[in-house]
């Protein structure tokens, strides 16, 4: 136990070396467990600072992502925010710990049933469901805040539509090997666009994404 104390300060340390500041999403990503957010095989890489495998192909974010992006959102309580690509399930746990009220889709039935599992015993109360997250969740729009986890060839139309005025918008945007995050803040008259560094995150897929 010790040494995993020792892990994550060491983690958070470097994480507020490559510039994140918000002492709530460090404190978060300390408190979060995210040695079972992945196989006990991987385990003992849980608080090194890389992107891991999970079932299905798909990946859960470099911690340094994770902080970077949330950063980026910035979560205020009581934000209602639309994650889609829920994938293990950790990006919409650090969204909670920051006082969110999380809805997350997943287009993949395993990650979805693992990670509603998971986040219930967990006791992080998230609303999960199964869909296409190219079409956002229109049930429970407008939404404060978007973070979309996946890269994208383009922004989904339907997202921007389901964003309050004065809302933000985050999304990696580019090809399949690299894409730019993209930050869209919702106006009166339309959206102002910031871009920020370059990523690496599996394809997002569905209806207003890549095809299969």
Known sequence: MFLLEEEKKKLVEGLWNKGIKDE???KAIYDIPREKFISDALRKFAYDDNAL????????????TVAYMTQVLGVNPGDKILEIGTGSGYQAAVLLKLGAEVYSVER?????????ELLASLNFNVHL??????????EHAPFDKIIVTAGAPEVPNQLLTQLKTAGKLIIPVGNQESQQLLEI????TGFNKKYYDYFKFVPLIGAEGWKH
């Open 129 to 138: 469901k199964l869909d296409d997250g190219t079409l956002g969740w229109e």
């Open 53 to 64: 495998p999970i079932e299905c192909a798909q990946t859960i974010s470099q911690p340094f």
């Open 185 to 188: 803040t919702r106006t009166e």
């Open 108 to 116: 993949i039935n395993k990650l979805y049933l693992n990670a509603k």
């Open 24 to 26: 709530n999403i460090l």
